[in-house]
């Protein structure tokens, strides 16, 4: 069931359009993640190499082999199986970036479960919606999450089995006098760990197809109810190319990996962990307990040796705002990709000086992800561009009627239909949003970009981003990448404020560097600054200073909560 592959890109001989010439998918008729990525390094050579470095809230260090993760998997796919659990059942996982959460999905995968991965940051409401929507048959989490499990269980009739880990790796007696808030459910409460310790013999490994469903990953529901993207085991490899090239032509000796995004989103899990274990390597996890700590994050990359990054962009911004980044932290990075939103130029320029490394932007989405992305040994990055297509996919920039426009033209970006393995299955339960999800050979996007002569994307932002202003199509992107240039800015959203004479205006909140001060001067040169950089028309009409910004789960800035904010405003007649 082992996939391997050659490399078919080398250094020194390799071009972009070589690589995409020569580039052909490999994917076999049976295809496992659990065997991929585990199963087959836990016996022979590869058995001690380290596989996870975990580090706790209390800076406690465990190291796990690829031989452990196995042993340990196997014996949690037994307790998973004396549940009741069977091939295609959901099992959701509501756990931080901990080895529980890792080895309920190898656990999962090794059985033929559909794992649901959720954020520890979900409330009551998000939390309903999705175990109800997938109707998950058992949860794994930990104590801190017992007061909001025992509120959403009676709304949850199928969730029969609930198992608990530790406050940290390992620790006995999880459930303690907190499982009483249960009593009384349907749902069964295990300790996870005294369940694993029991003697059992674990079941034979499922032989599972390459398409056959191995994960649903929700969407963030900008319109709408969130989709429940179902994915097959054959997306890791569809992830491949991408992680390959924008970590610089990845596997390199000495490569150890971390990501700050929580393996609950696919930029977490299948941008980083379980790729690195396909090619063997370490990955370093830590559990956050908060907010993202720049400086926590440069002390952890320093201490565990971390080569090979993935930082979104917000993260790597709130790094710029700490003085003496170069001097103060012996960060050693071989490789560095960045996504999830716009990165731009100004962070890139940070990047290059404080932590010498060019950032490989990547583009991808839920549904179809890792796709389009920078390799800076291969071909030179384009400040603001996200790159290209990688091998492997087909991307166009397409008009209103779904048909593709000459380069230079705004329109939105689709991926080409094809034998392609990390395209998504379908919407959970829901054929209609599948149906919509493509114009004929083409899935759209619903983000809009432009795609030069060259190949380079360009991202413009979310089509239901776009400010129409006194006439005036306008698109957020390139604003706040001006805004993050201007020597006071840390952070920066642009959104369409209603208007009475324009329709709409544009609108920034600007989160100001530590020593900035908020003023009507500085207003207006900001305003200057944009309006000197890119058009009269552009320039933000109106801006206000926030000390922080409603993020998403994965760190993107909620424009959407601003935009409503404007909206009731007006409505308010404020």
């Known amino acids: 069931m082992s996939y391997q592959r050659q490399r078919e890109f080398e250094p020194d001989t390799r071009?972009?359009?070589?690589?995409?010439?020569?580039?052909?998918?490999?994917?076999?008729?049976?295809?496992?993640?659990?065997?991929?990525?585990?199963?087959?390094?836990?016996?022979?050579?590869?058995?001690?190499?380290?596989?996870?470095?975990?580090?706790?809230?209390?800076?406690?260090?465990?190291?796990?082999?690829?031989?452990?993760?196995?042993?340990?998997?196997?014996?949690?796919?037994?307790?998973?199986?004396?549940?009741?659990?069977?091939?295609?059942d959901r099992v959701a996982v509501l756990l931080p970036q901990r080895p529980e959460a890792a080895l309920l999905h190898l656990a999962a995968y090794r059985l033929g479960l559909i794992v649901v991965p959720l954020t520890t940051l979900f409330r009551h409401d998000a939390l309903a919606y999705r175990l109800g929507n997938c109707e998950a048959r058992a949860i794994v989490s930990e104590p801190s999450c017992l007061p909001l499990l025992a509120d959403l269980l009676p709304e949850l009739p199928l969730l029969q089995t609930v198992l608990l880990t530790g406050e940290r790796f390992a620790e006995k007696n999880a459930i303690g006098a907190k499982g009483a808030l249960l009593t009384g459910t349907r749902a069964r409460v295990r300790d996870l760990w005294a369940l694993m310790e029991q003697p059992a013999t674990p079941p034979t490994p499922v032989d599972t197809l390459a398409s056959e469903p191995a994960l649903i990953i929700y969407t963030s529901g900008t319109t709408g109810n969130p989709k429940g993207a179902l994915h097959a085991h054959r997306v890791l490899i569809g992830h491949l190319p991408g992680f390959e090239l924008s970590h610089n032509?990845?596997?390199?000796?000495?490569?150890?990996?971390?990501?700050?995004?929580?393996?609950?989103?696919?930029?977490?899990?299948?941008?980083?962990?379980?790729?690195?274990?396909?090619?063997?390597?370490?990955?370093?996890?830590?559990?956050?307990?908060?907010?993202?700590?720049?400086?926590?994050?440069?002390?952890?990359?320093?201490?565990?040796?971390?080569?090979?990054?993935?930082?979104?962009?917000?993260?790597?911004k709130m790094m710029a705002q700490l003085p003496r980044v170069k001097e103060r932290f012996q960060v050693r990075l071989r490789s560095m990709m960045s996504g999830g939103e716009a990165l731009g130029a100004a962070t890139l320029k940070w990047a290059q000086e404080q932590l010498g490394i060019t950032v490989n932007e990547i583009y991808g989405q839920t549904e179809i992800?890792?796709?389009?992305?920078?390799?800076?040994?291969?071909?030179?990055?384009?400040?603001?561009?996200?790159?290209?297509?990688?091998?492997?996919?087909?991307?166009?920039?397409?008009?209103?009627?779904?048909?593709?426009?000459?380069?230079?033209?705004?329109?939105?970006?689709?991926?080409?239909?094809?034998?392609?393995?990390?395209?998504?299955?379908?919407?959970?339960?829901?054929?209609?949003?599948?149906?919509?999800?493509?114009?004929?050979?083409?899935?759209?996007?619903?983000?809009?970009?432009?795609?030069?002569?060259?190949?380079?994307?360009?991202?413009?932002?979310?089509?239901?981003?776009?400010?129409?202003?006194?006439?005036?199509?306008?698109?957020?992107?390139?604003?706040?990448?001006?805004?993050?240039?201007?020597?006071?800015?840390?952070?920066?959203?642009?959104?369409?404020?209603?208007?009475?004479?324009?329709?709409?205006?544009?609108?920034?909140?600007?989160?100001?560097?530590?020593?900035?001060?908020?003023?009507?001067?500085?207003k207006a040169e900001i305003q200057a600054f944009v309006k000197n950089t890119l058009a009269q028309h552009e320039y933000p009409r109106d801006i206000e200073f926030v000390d922080e910004f409603p993020l998403t789960a994965t760190g993107k800035i909620l424009r959407r909560e601003l935009r409503l904010r404007e909206s009731g405003k007006a409505q308010r007649g404020a």
């Open 15 to 88: 071009s972009y359009e070589a690589a995409v010439r020569s580039f052909r998918w490999d994917v076999p008729e049976r295809f496992n993640i659990w065997e991929d990525v585990c199963g087959r390094h836990a016996s022979g050579a590869a058995s001690e190499r380290t596989a996870l470095i975990y580090e706790d809230l209390a800076e406690r260090v465990t190291r796990l082999t690829f031989r452990q993760m196995g042993q340990l998997s196997a014996r949690l796919s037994a307790v998973l199986a004396r549940q009741g659990l069977q091939r295609g």
């Open 249 to 316: 032509l990845c596997p390199q000796p000495g490569d150890c990996f971390w990501t700050p995004a929580d393996w609950s989103w696919i930029g977490g899990l299948m941008d980083v962990l379980m790729p690195a274990w396909h090619h063997g390597l370490p990955v370093v996890s830590y559990q956050a307990g908060g907010p993202f700590d720049p400086e926590r994050a440069l002390r952890m990359m320093e201490k565990h040796q971390v080569h090979n990054a993935f930082i979104p962009p917000t993260a790597l």
């Open 369 to 522: 992800n890792y796709i389009v992305g920078n390799c800076a040994p291969l071909w030179p990055v384009r400040p603001g561009s996200m790159g290209r297509a990688f091998p492997g996919h087909a991307l166009a920039v397409l008009d209103e009627n779904g048909k593709p426009v000459p380069p230079g033209v705004q329109g939105e970006l689709a991926v080409l239909r094809q034998e392609d393995p990390v395209f998504f299955l379908e919407y959970w339960n829901d054929a209609q949003g599948t149906k919509d999800k493509y114009a004929g050979e083409w899935a759209r996007t619903g983000d809009l970009g432009v795609q030069d002569e060259d190949g380079y994307l360009w991202f413009k932002g979310r089509a239901d981003d776009i400010i129409i202003s006194a006439g005036h199509r306008i698109g957020p992107t390139e604003i706040e990448g001006v805004l993050q240039r201007h020597p006071a800015v840390a952070l920066a959203a642009v959104v369409a404020a209603p208007d009475a004479l324009r329709g709409n205006i544009v609108k920034a909140f600007i989160q100001l560097r530590p020593r900035a001060k908020a003023s009507e001067q500085l």
